[in-house]
């Protein structure tokens, strides 16, 4: 049983829920097939299913950054997932959630923020919408990103039995970790018929780093059944892949900021992929995933 608040909704096709903590999505079951499509977090695996990524994504140099002549430490991938939302609006088919900055924030994040994350139904499509405000009369400065992990499609047993399609691209510039920082050194991936086909083996050395991917709609597809997921991105430049050794789950992660590279000087304005927001302005992205089960003509698109 969780220690914090759950909030559901559904409608005729799926069944949400999300905690209050980290308004982080727990559960979305695809209830004609009764499919669980989110990895409910195991701890000999990732105890995670799909936290919220802010104000950094993965690591930084040293755990450190600095602004305005000072330093200030984050762990890895922020605070965001570590807080409690407070539950701003619901509907039949919304949730809407908030966390705003406080002292304890300020005192390693100087910045007067809001950031607000929404949960929508539309038939077999769940879409979460980020939006980022800026609450001060200074530039914000911010990364923000999903880390969804998504269990396999239904009777898969492995990651070798599952590819997944880009649509829009023949090949993947794949740029490495090192000690969860970012490296300079990048691989050309080539895809086959625009399919990445998964191996058990291919995240040994940690997640996959993806630039200038044109795809922003992908498919997380079983071999021989058809069946998975649609996973689509908008305001995202880059894209993450990951999963735990053994573990059936992949977590597919929209990306709007960068771990530090190796050689970066650890100024908080000249890292790469950081948002500058400028006073009083308002930013979003957003992320959706649509089931696909072959047996019902309105799952695919």
Known sequence: MSLYKMHKIENSFLKIE???????????????????????????FWAKS?????????????????????????????????????LVEKSDNSLTFELKSNDATKKIYPFDFTLAVTYELYENECMVTYCV????????????????????????????????????????????????????ESDQIELDA???????????????????????????KERSSGN????????????????APEALFICLEPWAGLPDDEKHNQDFHEKEGIIKLSSLSKWSAKWSVRTINQNFLNSTI
Request: proline letters at 4%; one cysteine or more; charged letters at 20%.
């Open 228 to 243: 998975g997921i649609l996973f689509s991105f908008e305001g995202f430049p880059y894209l993450g892949l990951w999963s």
């Open 133 to 184: 405000i800026n609450d001060s009369n200074i530039d914000l400065l911010f990364s923000v990103g999903g880390h969804p992990a998504f269990n396999l499609p239904e009777y898969s047993q492995c990651l070798n039995e599952n590819y997944i399609e880009f649509p829009l691209d023949h090949s993947l510039n794949r740029f490495y970790l090192n000690g969860g920082l970012l490296s300079i």
């Open 18 to 44: 999300v905690s209050e903590m980290g308004a982080e999505l727990k559960s979305l079951i695809d209830k004609r097939v009764d499919f669980e499509c989110i990895w409910q977090g195991d701890n000999r």
């Open 50 to 86: 799909s936290p919220i990524l802010f104000p950094i994504i993965g690591q930084l140099k040293e755990n450190c950054y600095h602004y305005d002549k000072q330093s200030y430490y984050l762990n890895r991938h922020g605070f965001a997932r570590d807080l409690l939302f407070g």
């Open 194 to 220: 625009k399919r990445l086909f998964l191996d058990n083996k291919m995240f040994d050395q940690d997640a996959w780093v993806l630039k200038e991917v044109q795809s922003k709609e992908i498919y997380l």
